[in-house]
């Protein structure tokens, strides 16, 4: 997708030469008002790029190597590229554009917190500060110190709520009533998770928890429970309690589907207005291709669930 110069910012971005790193692909404008973007991987940085652009903003990137499409740079008009942990690069990249509010959107792959982090001065002290090393400790953390910069986080779905996965089936098939019951089973087990801050989603089967969700991501998880489920896994997904919009919402896709396929899964049950999903025509498709259940679920105040 990208030229062949946006590539090669993402390969000047491996390298750190600043002067390069940092591209503009339009003049600014004085009348049009810069939006921050910190751009993990996946499509929803590209989609919020052009969203945002469509709502008349200039879209001012911090992109992240080696997790970044780096076709992104075709629709922003500038682009940094950064290493995981260069917070004040962000901050500095930002208030150089007049940016004063900004989004997150797209993943990070959370084992990299191991083994590839280049911190500057401003992560590095962040990161210390951190006491309990949770993906919403983490984003707060993040929120806060820009925002004691004077740039304010925004929701992620400021500009893409049609992107909020729907209530009700999705798809040709209805949950079972045996299914029907693994799926309140796993939502509390799931929400219970979500409180300590630990993942999104379980994978369970005859109301047995088979994985729960770690720093190895939703796909990893459902590998894991739909081998030892053997076939007829069913997956719940849902938000933390207490979920900040601004970011790190759940989200699931046509590769999640591939996935649930992959191990013989059954059902994939996604809390409804709480979550992203991409690619819907497509994710629909291929889960009626493989029989797979889909379906958006909201909780009551008293904890049933329904669709």
């Given amino acids: 997708m990208g030229s062949p110069t946006n590539h090669h910012l993402g390969t000047s971005g491996q390298q750190g030469d600043e002067s390069r790193v940092c ?58 590229w950064v290493k995981l942990g260069q ?52 984003l707060r953390a993040v929120a806060e110190t820009l925002e004691d910069e004077g740039i304010r986080v925004l929701a992620s779905t400021i500009f893409l709520e049609d992107l909020l996965f729907p209530q009700g089936v999705l798809t040709r098939k209805a949950p079972s009533p045996e299914q029907v019951k693994d799926i309140q089973f796993g939502w509390k087990i799931a929400r219970e998770i979500g409180r300590l801050d630990i993942g999104q989603c379980v994978v369970v089967r005859g109301r047995t928890v088979l994985a729960v969700e770690a720093i190895e991501g939703t796909d990893a998880t459902i590998r894991r429970g739909g081998a030892l489920a053997d076939k007829g896994a069913v997956v719940v997904k849902l938000k933390k309690p207490g979920q900040d919009f ?57 904890g049933s669930l329904h669709w």
Wanted: proline share 4%; charged share 25%.
């Fill in 23 to 80: 591209q503009a692909r339009t003049a600014p404008g004085l009348h049009i008002k810069p939006i921050g973007l910190i751009a993990g991987g996946g499509q929803f940085p590209i989609l919020f790029a052009r969203a945002a652009a469509e709502h008349g903003h200039r879209v001012i990137a911090a992109a992240h190597v080696n997790e970044t499409d780096p076709s992104l740079a075709d629709v922003v008009d500038e682009i940094c």
């Fill in 87 to 138: 917070l004040g690069r962000i901050i500095k990249h930002f208030k150089k554009s007049g940016v004063d509010e900004a989004v997150f959107a797209g993943a990070i792959t959370k084992t990299r917190i191991f083994k590839d982090v280049l911190p500057d001065l401003k992560g590095l002290s962040l990161w210390n500060r951190i006491d309990a090393r949770q993906d919403d400790a983490i």
């Fill in 246 to 302: 601004r970011f790190d919402l759940p989200a699931t896709g046509e590769q999640t589907i591939a996935t649930l396929a992959e191990v013989r899964g059954s059902v994939l049950a996604v809390e409804a207005g709480q979550s992203l999903l991409f690619d819907r025509d497509a994710m629909v498709r291929a889960a009626d291709k493989a029989g797979i259940v889909v379906l958006g679920v909201r909780e009551n105040k008293d």
